[in-house]
């Protein structure tokens, strides 16, 4: 049964957190965290927290000596946290971004990205059977996901990274920058041998997102044992992952990722690491 206490409230000693960005507006995170605050019986809040860019660095101060346990950042203002942060985790370091910040007990800010341990989570959940060594990723993209996605995927042993965007400049930029040998910049559109034998298909871009454009590809190639994924959950079931899902590869959704990338935050500022559940996807996506 869906956690819901009408007349719970807060006290003087409530953990607070909440999400920063312009806008927030259409954030699932007060919602997500909102239902683990509530089955959890936890003393706390998590807010939105619409903050324009010219503001950040003052709001963020403001909610450390508030008293904030800590918060989400979102875009645009991830690569803005970096130099506002006292500590880095090397994830965070390596990404070049932070969307998760903790608040210490002595005033400094500690940052870290769970977005790719998220990316990792929500695979390993759905299907349990991925080894992330067995063969080449082909991944697609090029931006602040993208590279989370690349710097999960190497620390998981991937032998071989196809990197592939619509803009191959900024795919080799990346390459360059991340600076692994495993990392192989592809033509965009793929061509058939470009996804021959590999074991992973991810799509980083917000083509076939909603309001996007297609997202224009030829799996012919793909081995049918190759898991395919899409970071986006807006629609659930994209072109991509219906696609193929018809041609009997196995597939997962990208709710997971936005599930599991909340955890370590969620277990830092309220304490306790909450589970993904069926019942958790089902709340975040209904539509009250």
């Not at 959890?40 to 860019?53: N, T």
């Not at 992330?132 to 710097?151: E, I, Q, T």
């Not at 991340?178 to 074991?199: F, H, M, Q, T, Y």
Request: proline share 8%; hydrophobic share 40%.
């Amino acid at each position: 049964m869906t956690p819901r206490n009408p007349y719970r409230t807060l006290s003087g000693t409530s953990r607070l957190a909440g999400v920063m960005g312009w806008p927030v507006s259409h954030s699932k995170s007060p919602r997500l965290h909102g239902y683990w605050l509530a089955k959890y019986g936890i003393d706390g809040c998590y807010m939105p927290l619409p903050v324009e860019p010219e503001n950040f660095q003052a709001a963020l101060i403001s909610l450390r000596n508030l008293g904030f346990s800590g918060v989400n950042v979102t875009i645009p203002q991830k690569e803005m946290a970096m130099p506002e942060c006292d500590e880095l985790s090397d994830r965070a370091r390596r990404i070049g971004a932070v969307n998760t910040v903790t608040f210490s007990k002595d005033g400094r800010m500690w940052g870290d990205n769970t977005d790719g341990y998220g990316f990792i989570e929500n695979l390993r959940q759905e299907a349990p059977d991925i080894a992330f060594a067995s063969g080449p990723a082909v991944v697609l993209g090029a931006g602040g996901a993208c590279r989370a996605v690349l710097v999960a995927l190497l620390d998981e042993g991937s032998p071989e990274i196809r990197l592939a965007n619509r803009t191959r400049k900024r795919a080799e930029d990346l390459a360059k920058e991340i600076n692994d040998p495993r990392i192989k910049v592809v033509d965009w559109p793929l061509a058939p041998e470009a996804v021959a034998g590999a074991s992973l298909v991810v799509n980083t871009t917000s083509l076939g997102m909603v309001g996007q454009p297609k997202l224009e590809i030829d799996l012919a190639g793909l081995p049918q044992t190759a898991l395919v994924t899409d970071i986006v959950y807006a629609p659930l079931m994209t072109d991509l992952l219906l696609q193929a899902k018809e041609r009997g590869n196995p597939i997962v959704d990208g709710l997971g990722m936005l599930l599991h990338q909340a955890r370590p935050g969620f277990h830092r500022w309220f304490g306790i690491d909450p589970e993904v559940t069926q019942e958790l996807r089902d709340f975040v996506l209904s539509p009250d």
